[in-house]
């Protein structure tokens, strides 16, 4: 079964930057793509960017272009959400995820972990 465990966020001044780690388990994810989500209160869950496992293509929300960075360590199996230049307006509950293929449905989710911007 695969298993996502979130580490870092927490509260930053606006314009800082701040770096979250997804630890995956129980797969080999070559075949997986792997994503970042953010849900802000009273807001839907809104896409940040993507993955692929293997090959290492991204894909980010058109707004967060720039500012936000996807990476993996593929030895320890570790996603990375690197944020800089961070605004009031990122302040959300941030999720990874992963599913199997490109461009599917993911199926399986971190705990997710709160970053707080503050103005």
């Known amino acids: 079964q695969v298993q996502l465990v979130q580490s870092g966020g927490g509260l930053v001044q606006a314009g800082g930057s701040l770096r979250l780690s997804c630890a995956a388990s129980g797969s080999t994810f070559n075949n997986y793509a792997m994503a970042w989500f953010r849900q802000a209160p009273g807001k839907e869950r809104e896409f940040v960017g993507a993955?692929?496992?293997?090959?290492?293509?991204?894909d980010y929300a058109d707004s967060l272009k720039g500012r936000f960075t996807i990476s993996r360590d593929n030895p320890n199996n570790t996603l990375y959400l690197q944020m800089n230049s961070l605004k009031p307006e990122d302040t959300a509950v941030y999720y990874c995820a992963a599913g199997y293929g490109w461009g599917t449905e993911y199926n399986y989710w971190g705990q997710g972990t709160q970053v707080t911007v503050s103005s």
């Open positions: 993955i692929s496992w293997s090959r290492g293509s991204t």
